[in-house]
């Protein structure tokens, strides 16, 4: 990541960080922690399903896998956005994230459609459940995701990235609390529609939840101008600099969470010098839009536009 840059005010992508940064590496240490907690509890849900006869622990506990790959796929991401930057990524490699962070909602998607599914089917012929080892395992998920959960919280307010796992693990939480009230209506009352009931209902949730999440992480990607700021706005405040008589080929977009890059021409009014309008249009961009990655092109009226043929 270019160090000249890596000060950009965070408003402008949409987010407001008034807190201390973690220290990289126990951020990491407590992503790895994260991860040996979920691969655990994977493999105490799948052979406790196994031991019991229960295909739905079999299937969270599956599901529980996805919380380590999610987790496994963020701190990817994470270390890999630390590397600065090279002759292939000249912006650096902090984009990793924003890419973690999608396809982690891509694959909780696919896994609530999944879950909802299963529901379905299980709404038209309930299955027997083990009350007693379900409520156990849903207990001891319940204590692992709220774990992971606590582990992420602080790392998940400074990244896109971790956000995602953190959402990944809080859901999870809720479905186990959830598994946990329908074990004991089973125990209780043996309704076993509970179940599938309330496996659509935690899917739903989910769903709605990453559908908000996902906006933002896809606005990025696909180069969209940063939430805070209108693009047409920046504009307006170039064309009103001194020494400007037009602002074309404005583009302005977000390189990761907290960065955004701006690039335009400005047509000089007659007589107008280059150096200070430049200097004048960067000073306010930084000051009225936290804008420190900027590339200005000064033209001239009678010369026209250097990139005639360019989009914008």
Excluded at 72 to 78: E, N, P, Q, T
Excluded at 92 to 99: I, K, P, T, Y
Excluded at 274 to 298: C, N, R
Aim: hydrophobic share 55%; with cysteine.
């Amino acid at each position: 990541m270019p160090h000249d840059h890596a000060h950009n005010h965070s408003h402008v992508a949409g987010h407001h960080h008034h807190h201390h940064h973690l220290d990289p590496n126990s951020g990491d240490k407590m992503v790895v922690f994260a991860v040996a907690l979920n691969i655990a509890l994977t493999f105490a849900q799948v052979a406790g399903g196994l031991w019991a006869g229960s295909m739905a622990l079999v299937a969270d506990g599956v599901h529980n896998f996805s919380d380590a790959a999610a987790l496994i796929l963020a701190f990817g991401a994470r270390r890999l956005a630390r590397r600065g930057r090279d002759q292939m990524m000249t912006f650096g490699w902090s984009r990793a994230e924003v890419l973690a962070a999608f396809v982690n909602y891509i694959a909780l998607i696919l896994i609530s459609l999944w879950l909802m599914a299963e529901a379905v089917g299980r709404l038209m012929d309930p299955p027997e459940v083990e009350g007693w080892t379900v409520l156990i395992l849903a207990g001891l998920a319940l204590v692992v995701d709220l774990g992971t959960a606590a582990l992420t919280f602080k790392l998940s307010k400074d990244s896109i990235n971790i956000r995602a796992a953190f959402l990944h693990n809080l859901a999870d939480a809720g479905a186990s609390i959830a598994v946990i009230v329908g074990g004991a209506v089973i125990l209780i009352w043996d309704w076993r529609l509970v179940d599938p009931i309330l496996t659509m209902l935690i899917s739903v949730f989910i769903l709605w939840h990453i559908l908000g999440d996902l906006k933002p992480v896809t606005r990025i990607l696909m180069l969209g101008a940063p939430t805070a700021r209108d693009s047409a706005e920046v504009e307006a405040a170039l064309a009103n600099v001194a020494g400007v008589a037009q602002v074309h080929h404005l583009h302005l977009w977000q390189i990761n969470e907290k960065r955004s890059s701006l690039e335009a021409h400005l047509v000089l009014e007659e007589g107008a010098d280059y150096v200070q309008v430049i200097a004048s249009a960067k000073a306010m961009l930084a000051q009225d839009f936290g804008l420190t990655h900027v590339t200005l092109e000064p033209e001239s009226s009678a010369v026209g536009c250097a990139d005639i043929t360019a989009d914008g």
